[in-house]
């Protein structure tokens, strides 16, 4: 186990939504934060969202406040990322990470147990 598999990336137009998907291969997932990174061209990786194991508490960065929305679903071992209101500068590889630690998915350089390969997000102008 130990595996994460982002989908649901893709181009899409400004002001338009994706939701971004990541599998986990395993349910000791269940157990785990979860969050979204995301690399921008010249840009450090950068937290996105994140939620802790059991959902009380979530995390976005202030350029993703009230446009996107991390949720979870334990019986699908699945988290998403759901993004409204899409920019082009929101154009980014999109990491799927999980650690046990909540705090670590909320800043650069936190330690981070699995990350997904990653999925491209590309917004138009």
């Known amino acids: 186990q130990g595996q994460l598999v982002e989908s649901g990336g893709g181009l899409v137009q400004a002001g338009g939504s994706l939701r971004l998907s990541c599998a986990a291969s395993?349910?000791?997932?269940?157990?785990?934060?979860m969050g979204w990174f995301r690399q921008i061209l010249g840009k450090e990786r950068e937290s996105v969202a994140a939620?802790?194991?059991?959902?009380?508490?979530?995390y976005y960065a202030d350029s993703a406040k009230g446009r996107f929305t991390i949720s979870r679903d334990s019986t699908k071992n699945t988290v998403y990322l759901q993004m409204n209101s899409l920019k082009p500068e929101d154009t980014a590889v999109y990491f799927c990470?999980?650690?046990?630690?909540?705090?670590?998915?909320?800043?650069?350089?936190?330690?981070?147990?699995?990350w997904g390969q990653g999925t491209q997000v590309t917004v138009s102008s």
């Open positions: 939620i802790s194991w059991n959902g009380d508490s979530t």
């Open positions: 990470a999980a650690d046990r630690t909540f705090r670590d998915l909320t800043v650069v350089g936190g330690r981070v147990t699995y």
């Open positions: 395993g349910r000791t997932f269940s157990a785990y934060a």
